[in-house]
C-alpha cells in the first residue's frame, strides 16, 4: 500500500474490523465479496470481507442461526493444513467463498459436493463504504 499505515488498532480490532480490502488481505486471507452478490444477499450493495472460519458449513439438516443468510454452492476444493481444513466452495450466485473448518471434522465434504453454508445477515453494517465487515457466527 505504498508503505502507508492504512489502520491503527489492536491486532484483534484489525483482524476483527478491517477498514480497507487491503487491510482485510493483509492481515489474513479473507474472501472479499463483490457488491452485487453483497445485494443479493443483503440488500446493500457494498463490498465485503469475511473470513473463512466465520462460514459454516451445514451438515445433517442443520438449522442456520435465526439472522444467517443461507447460500447453496458446490465444494470445488479442500486443502488439508494440518489443524484445519480450507473448503473452497462455489456459490449458486456465482460467487467464490473459502471456509476453514476442523481438520477434525469428520464428515469434510469432497469436490463436487453440494453444501450450504450460512453467513451472518448482520453483513451489512458498517461505517466505512470500503469494506463491511461480516458479524461473527453464532455456532450452529
Known amino acids: ?14 483482524y476483527e ?8 488481505d493483509f492481515v489474513g486471507g479473507s474472501n472479499v465479496i463483490e457488491s452485487a452478490l453483497t445485494n443479493t444477499w443483503t440488500g446493500a450493495a457494498k463490498t465485503a470481507s469475511l473470513r ?7 451438515t445433517n439438516g442443520a438449522a442456520p442461526a435465526d439472522d444467517a443468510i443461507v447460500t447453496d454452492g458446490t465444494v470445488t476444493q479442500t486443502l488439508y493444513q494440518g489443524a484445519v481444513k480450507r473448503i473452497e466452495i462455489a456459490t449458486a450466485g456465482g460467487g467464490r467463498l473459502i ?16 453444501v450450504r453454508v ?4 448482520r453483513m451489512a453494517r458498517t461505517a466505512e463504504p470500503v469494506c463491511v465487515l461480516l458479524s461473527a457466527i453464532r455456532a450452529l
Open 17 to 24: 474490523k478491517p477498514r480497507t480490502r487491503f487491510v482485510a
Open 99 to 114: 471456509a476453514s473448518v476442523p481438520a477434525s471434522l469428520s464428515a469434510t465434504p469432497s469436490p463436487g459436493t453440494a
Open 52 to 58: 473463512a472460519e466465520k462460514i459454516v458449513l451445514l
Open 118 to 121: 450460512a453467513l451472518s445477515a
Open 1 to 14: 500500500n505504498d508503505g502507508r499505515i492504512v489502520q491503527v488498532g489492536s491486532p484483534e480490532d484489525i
